[in-house]
T-cell receptor, first 114, second 116 residues
Framework: EPEVTQTPSHQVTQMGQEVILRCVPISNHLYFYWYRQILGQKVEFLVSFYNNEISEKSEIFDDQFSVERPDGSNFTLKIRSTKLEDSAMYFCASSREDPNTEAFFGQGTRLTVV | AQKVTQAQTEISVVEKEDVTLDCVYETRDTTYYLFWYKQPPSGELVFLIRRNSFDEQNEISGRYSWNFQKSTSSFNFTITASQVVDSAVYFC?????????????FGQGTRLTINP
């Protein structure tokens, strides 16, 4: 069964450093998303991406964040200058154009900022 | 604004008991989708069910059942004859469709512990 894959599974970085989280969405999906889950809290929407541009972003998704689809398969989330409060699990998801189908989530990347 | 409330933060039951997880939502949309996801200790989000706002039929899948009541804006989830493997955090979510994209609004989650 096709799945969304995320790399790495765990990333540790120093405060102020740039990180790039990578995702390979399901191949025939057209919508891509990033969500964040701070430890012990709920999952929060960050951004949705369609047709090579951001379709919506939340208040969390400030200028420190950016997304890119650099080629036909990868979808990346970049955090320019990480802060301690960026430590969280980051989930990538993708969905088909048909809104009657669910979004599929990757297994997540745990980001730890020290 | 959309909101999902899972009032039960933690539930602990003994194996084989039935357990119901509550979910109440708020939305002004007439068309929306409701979801349940399971998050086991390994951390991934496992899709369980999606229900659209026009389909109020209850659904049963094995030991799992869902009760959608539009009149009370609730979408409750029942596990019958619970098992230790059901231990996880369960999230209810509401989908806001933005030009075809599915932006999910999640509840706070209910941590379910099934004791042997």
């Amino acid at each position: 069964e096709p799945e969304v894959t995320q790399t790495p599974s765990h990333q540790v970085t120093q405060m102020g450093q740039e990180v790039i989280l990578r995702c390979v969405p399901i191949s025939n999906h057209l919508y891509f998303y990033w969500y964040r889950q701070i430890l012990g809290q709920k999952v929060e929407f960050l951004v949705s991406f369609y047709n090579n541009e951001i379709s919506e972003k939340s208040e969390i998704f400030d200028d420190q964040f950016s997304v890119e689809r650099p080629d036909g398969s990868n979808f990346t989330l970049k955090i320019r200058s990480t802060k301690l409060e960026d430590s969280a699990m980051y989930f990538c998801a993708s969905s088909r154009e048909d809104p009657n189908t669910e979004a599929f989530f990757g297994q997540g990347t745990r980001l730890t900022v020290v | 604004a959309q909101k999902v409330t899972q009032a039960q933060t933690e539930i602990s039951v003994v194996e084989k008991e039935d357990v119901t997880l509550d979910c109440v939502y708020e939305t002004r949309d007439t068309t929306y989708y409701l979801f349940w996801y399971k998050q086991p200790p390994s951390g991934e989000l496992v899709f369980l069910i999606r229900r659209n706002s026009f389909d109020e039929q209850n659904e049963i899948s094995g030991r799992y059942s869902w009760n959608f009541q539009k009149s009370t804006s609730s979408f409750n989830f029942t596990i019958t004859a619970s098992q230790v493997v059901d231990s996880a955090v369960y999230f209810c979510a509401l989908s806001d469709l933005i030009q075809g994209a599915q932006k999910l609004v999640f509840g706070q989650g209910t941590r379910l512990t099934i004791n042997p």
